[in-house]
C-alpha cells in the first residue's frame, strides 16, 4: 500500500522558517517525480514545486521561488520542503504527492499544515 | 485568479447526470494532459481521472472525462450524495514550466 505521510507543519511568524518532510513507503521512492501542492484555507489547489528522480530537476511556482527549495533523500525514502521568508499568503495546507507521467498527482499525503503569523 | 477557469458550483439530482468544464489555454491544456481529482472536506485530494480520459483502478466508469482544444470536461451520471465534493482540473503549463489547478467545482447533489 502506498503512503505518504508529511511531517513539520506548525505555527511561524512572518520572515520565519521550516522544513517539511514527507516519509513515503509501499512504492520505490527513487523512480519517482515527487510534488508539493498547497492549499490555503477555504480555497483552491496549488502547485508549488516538482524534483525529479534524482534531485537534478526542480520546478517551482513562481511566488515561492528563492523562498522554498524542494529536496529529497532516496535512501531514507524522505521528501522535503524547507522554506524561507514565509510569509502571511504561505498560509495552507500542504500536501506531498507522488507525480506519475503527465502532470498526474496518483498519490497523496494527508497534508499538515503550515500557519504563519505573528 | 486560477489559470484554468472552472465554475464555482455545479448541482444536479440524485440520479441525474453532471458536467464540470475546465477551461484553459494553448499553453496548458491545449498542449499537455489532464487530470482530475476529487476532495472531500478536509481529506486530501483524490485522482479520478488522468491522461484526459483515463480512470484509476477502482474509479467506478460513472465518471468519465473528455478534452477538446483548450478545454476539458468530467462528467459524473448516476449522481449519488456521495459524489458532493470539490472537483478540480489540473494540468502543467508549458510556458509557465509550472503545474496549474482549476479553481475547483463544489458538486452539490440536491
Known amino acids: 500500500e502506498v503512503q505518504l505521510v508529511e511531517s513539520g507543519g506548525g505555527l511561524v511568524q512572518p520572515g520565519g522558517s521550516l522544513r517539511l518532510s514527507c516519509a513515503v513507503s509501499?512504492?520505490?521512492?527513487?523512480?519517482?517525480?515527487m510534488s508539493w501542492v498547497r492549499q490555503a484555507p477555504g480555497k483552491g489547489l496549488e502547485w508549488v514545486a516538482n524534483?525529479?528522480?534524482?534531485?537534478?530537476?526542480?520546478y517551482y511556482v513562481d511566488s515561492v521561488k528563492g523562498r522554498f527549495t524542494i529536496s529529497r533523500d532516496n535512501a531514507k525514502n524522505s521528501l522535503f520542503l524547507q522554506m524561507y521568508s514565509l510569509r502571511a499568503e504561505d498560509t495552507a495546507v500542504y500536501y506531498c504527492?507522488?507525480?506519475?507521467?503527465?502532470?498526474?498527482?496518483?498519490?497523496w499525503g494527508q497534508g499538515t499544515l503550515v500557519t504563519v503569523s505573528s | 485568479q486560477s489559470v484554468l477557469t472552472q465554475p464555482p458550483s455545479v448541482s444536479a439530482a440524485p440520479g441525474q447526470k453532471v458536467t464540470i468544464s475546465c477551461s484553459g489555454s494553448?499553453?496548458?491544456?491545449?498542449?499537455?494532459?489532464v487530470s482530475w481529482y476529487q476532495q472531500f472536506p478536509g481529506t486530501a485530494p483524490k485522482l479520478l481521472i488522468y491522461?484526459?480520459?483515463k480512470r484509476p483502478s477502482g474509479i467506478p466508469d460513472r465518471f468519465s472525462a473528455s478534452k477538446s482544444g483548450t478545454s476539458a470536461t468530467l462528467g459524473i451520471t448516476g449522481l449519488q450524495t456521495g459524489d458532493e465534493a470539490d472537483y478540480y482540473c489540473?494540468?502543467?503549463?508549458?510556458?509557465?514550466?509550472?503545474?496549474?489547478f482549476g479553481g475547483g467545482t463544489k458538486l452539490t447533489v440536491l
Open positions: 504527492a507522488t507525480l506519475a507521467a503527465r502532470q498526474t498527482y496518483d498519490y
Open positions: 509501499g512504492f520505490t521512492f527513487s523512480r519517482n517525480w
Open positions: 524534483i525529479k528522480q534524482d534531485g537534478g530537476e526542480t
Open positions: 494553448s499553453s496548458n491544456i491545449g498542449k499537455n494532459y
Open positions: 491522461d484526459n480520459v
Open positions: 489540473g494540468t502543467w503549463d508549458s510556458s509557465l514550466s509550472a503545474g496549474v
